[in-house]
C-alpha cells in the first residue's frame, strides 16, 4: 500500500483549481523566430487541376525555405519546395510544388481517404484560424491526390499525455488536385471558408505550417521547424500567415439517407428491413456549429477488430461513428483507455454489444470568442424490449483556454431512463469533473482532473482524480502522475478499465543523435513504471520497463527490452475457455523485443513479441504483420496475433490466435473497395466485413456493406449471421 500517495488526495481536490488559473503565463514558444508571410487575396480563383506551374493566378511562391527535422535536424531540405497560400471571398487556396531531381523514386503508397500519409511522399499542412496554440485542423495529400484531413486538440497532444488530441476521422468538405512530372510533383488544394472555424470577422492572422516528407530518403521537412520530438501537430510552434479575410457567414446543410437491409441467420430465415433518416449542420457563427440528427444509422462504418484479453479488466474498443466523432476533443477528460469521464460507444450500443436505435439528437460545439470551447451534446435512445429503456444522454462541456497550452474546464454528464422493471421510476448516473492544464515554459506541462459520479444504489467513495506532469526537450523526456478512482466511482456514459485503485506511473527517455552515424538516426533509451493499488491495499499490478530502441536512417528499427511484472488476483478468473488463473501474488519476467522494417517499401515487415513469464507460468507471444502494395492501388496485410501459454498449475500449454486479413482497392480518391476478415480460435468465430465506398462527398455517397459471422459446429464453419446493406446519403448545401 502507499499512504504518501494516497494522502495527496486532499492536496490534489484543493489545489488543482489554483494551478491551472494561475496558467495566464506569457507563451513561450521553443522557436521564438517563427517564419511568417501574407497570404495574397486572389482576383481570379486559380483552376484546381494541380498545374501549379502552369496557373499564373498563383503568383509568386509564398514559402521556399524549408528545415529538416530528420534525418538531419536544423539542415536545409535536400529538395527544393514552393508553397503558395492566397484566398477568394469564398474559400482558402493552398499549392505546392515538390521539385525532384529523381522523380522516378517518388514512393506513392495509398488513394483512399484518410489513408496514413507516414508511408508515402506527401505534403501536408495545419491551420490554427485562433491563434489560440491548442487547437487546428490538418490536410494532406500525397502524389495521387488522396484526401487527408483532421482535428487538432490540446497541441496535438504535443504539451504531454492526453486523450483525442487528434481525431483522423473528422472530415470535412474540400478538394485537391496533383500532377507529376519530370519537376517532381503538385498539387492545388481549395478549402471553402465555410468548412472552417475561425474568428466571426475583420482582417485575420492564422497559425500554419507546412511539412514535406521525401519517402526514400526518410526526409521530413518543415516551413516553421519543429524540434525532434515533436510533430506536424504542434501548431504552437507554426508560423504566422497575415492577411486573411474571411467572410461572416452561416452555413447549412441537410444530409438524407435512406437505406435497405437483408439480413438471415443460418440461412434458413431472412427479413428485410428498410430505414430514413436526416442529418442538419447548420453554423450559428463561423466558430459555432449545430448538428442535428434523426434516426442516425452508422451501418456503413468499419466493424471492430478482434481483440485478445488476456487480463481481468475490460477491453477499450475505440469510437468509429462519424456522427460522435467531429470536435469529439472538446468532450474528453480523463486518462486514455483508463479513465474516460465521457465515453460516446455508451450510447446506442446495448450491454450485450448490439446495436441500439437511435432516435436523434442534437450537438452544439466550438468557440464563443477566441478562447472558450463549448460543447453540449443530447441523444436519445430507443427502447428494446427487455433490454433496456428509452434512454437520454446529456453532456455538457465548457473549456476556458489560456496562454501557453493552458486551459480550465467542466464537464457534466447525465444518463436518465425508466426502470424496466419500475415504470415510472428514474434510473439515471451522471459525472461532474473539473480538469486543467498549465503550461511551463515550452516543454513543460501539468495536467489533472477531480471528478464524482452520482448513481441511486452507490453512496459515499464515489471520487476519481488525477493529477500528471511532463517534461520533453528534443534529447530528454519526464513524466509521471497519480490516479486514483474510487471503489464506487461509477461513469456509466464513461470508459473504466479498472475500479478502485490508485495508480502510480513515472517515465524517463533519452533521444541520442550523432552527425557522425552514417546509417543509425537514433537511440531512444527509457525506462517506465506503473503500479496499481486496490483500494484493500493490494497491489494488483505492477509493470517494470526497460527498454531501447535503435532506428536507422533506412526506416529499419529494433526495439529490445525487458519487463519486470507483478501480478495481484483476488479471484478466480477465466483467461480462455476452460483455462483459469487462481487467485494468488505473481511476480514473473519477460522479453520484449520488437522489429520493424520500412513501410515505405512494398512489402515490409513488422514482428512484436513478449517471452517469459506470466501469472507464475510461461508465454510466448507473437504479433508479425506482413504489408504488401502495388503501387497507389493496393494494399494488404495479415497480422496475426499468437499466444501460447503454459500456467504453472496445468499439465499442458494451450494458444490463443488471432488472425486478421485486410485487403483494400483505390479505383480513385473516391471509390474503394475493402474487406476485413478475422479469425479467434479461443471461440471458433470468423467474421468478414466487404464494404463498397463511393463518396459524393467528405460525409455521405454510396455505400454496399456485406457482413458475416460463422462459428465452429462439429468441425465446419456453420453461417451464424450475414446481412446486406445498401445505403445511400447526399448533402445539400443549402446555403
Known sequence: MLPNVLSISAFTRTTLTALCLSAAAQWVSANDAAPTGVAARFLTAPVIDGEVISDSAWGRPFATQFWQQRPQEGAPATQETEVFVGFTDDALYVAVIAYDTDPEGIIVSGQRRDDPLEDTDMFAFVIDSFRDGQNGFLFGTNPSGIETDGQITRDGGAGGPGISSFNMNWDTNWQVKTQTGDFGWSAEFEIPFKSLRYPADGVQSWGMNFRRSIRRNNETVFWAPIQRQHSLMRVTDAGVVSGFEPPRQRNLKVTPYALGKQNGGNMIESQSDQEFGVDVKYGVTPSLTLDLTYNTDFAQVEVDEFQANLDRFSLFLPEQRPFFLENAGQFAVGVAREVELFFSRR?????????????????????????????????????????????????????????????????????????????????????????????????????????????????????????????????????????????????????????????????????????????????????????????????????????????????????????????????????????????????????????????????????????????????????????????????????????????????????????????????????????????????????????????????????????????????????????????????????
Not at 450 to 473: C, H, I, M, R, W
Not at 527 to 535: K, N
Not at 592 to 610: E, I
Not at 683 to 712: C, I, K, P, Q
Open 347 to 735: 450510447i446506442g450500443i446495448g450491454p450485450d454489444g448490439s446495436q441500439i436505435p437511435i432516435k436523434g439528437g442534437a450537438r452544439l460545439s466550438g468557440k464563443i470568442g477566441s478562447s472558450t470551447n463549448v460543447g453540449f451534446l443530447h441523444m436519445q435512445a430507443e427502447e428494446v424490449a427487455g433490454v433496456v429503456a428509452q434512454t437520454d444522454f446529456t453532456v455538457a462541456r465548457v473549456s476556458q483556454e489560456f496562454a501557453n497550452r493552458s486551459s480550465l474546464g467542466v464537464i457534466f454528464v447525465n444518463r436518465e431512463a425508466d426502470e424496466l422493471d419500475q415504470p415510472g421510476r428514474s434510473d439515471y448516473n451522471r459525472t461532474y469533473a473539473v480538469d486543467g492544464r498549465w503550461g511551463i515554459g515550452a516543454d513543460g506541462q501539468i495536467t489533472g482532473f477531480v471528478a464524482k459520479t452520482d448513481t441511486p444504489e452507490l453512496k459515499g467513495d464515489d471520487t476519481a482524480f488525477q493529477l500528471a506532469g511532463n517534461y520533453s526537450s528534443e534529447a530528454w523526456s519526464y513524466s509521471g502522475g497519480v490516479t486514483q478512482v474510487g471503489k464506487n466511482f461509477n461513469p456509466e456514459v464513461g470508459f473504466l478499465r479498472r475500479r478502485d485503485y490508485t495508480k502510480a506511473n513515472v517515465r524517463v527517455l533519452h533521444r541520442i543523435r550523432n552527425s557522425s552515424w552514417k546509417n543509425m538516426l537514433e537511440l531512444r533509451p527509457h525506462v517506465s513504471y506503473a503500479g496499481f493499488w486496490g483500494g484493500d491495499g493490494l497491489h494488483e499490478t505492477g509493470f517494470l520497463h526497460i527498454d531501447n530502441h535503435w532506428e536507422w536512417q533506412s526506416g529499419f528499427e529494433v526495439h529490445t527490452g525487458v519487463n519486470f511484472l507483478h501480478e495481484g488476483v483476488r479471484e478466480d478468473f477465466e483467461l480462455a475457455p476452460g483455462k483459469v488463473v487462481r487467485a494468488g501474488d505473481y511476480d514473473d519476467e519477460e522479453l520484449q523485443l520488437v522489429l520493424m522494417t520500412d513501410r515505405g517499401a512494398p512489402l515490409s515487415f513488422s514482428v512484436r513479441s513478449h517471452i517469459g513469464g506470466f501469472f507464475g507460468g510461461e508465454r510466448v507471444q507473437l504479433r508479425p504483420t506482413i504489408r504488401y502494395r502495388i503501387g497507389d492501388a493496393f494494399n494488404a496485410s495479415l497480422a496475426w496475433n499468437y499466444n501460447q501459454i503454459k500456467l504453472a498449475y496445468e499439465p499442458k500449454p494451450f494458444d490463443l490466435n488471432i488472425a486478421r486479413l485486410r485487403l483494400n482497392y483505390s479505383f480513385n480518391p473516391k471509390v474503394s473497395l475493402q474487406a476485413l476478415v478475422q479469425y479467434n480460435d479461443s471461440t471458433d468465430v470468423m467474421a468478414t466485413n466487404l464494404r463498397l465506398a463511393w463518396l459524393t462527398s467528405a460525409d455521405a455517397g454510396f455505400y454496399l456493406v456485406y457482413n458475416e459471422t460463422r462459428d465452429d459446429d462439429v468441425g465446419m464453419f456453420r453461417e451464424k449471421r450475414n446481412e446486406w446493406i445498401l445505403k445511400f446519403s447526399h448533402t445539400f448545401d443549402v446555403f
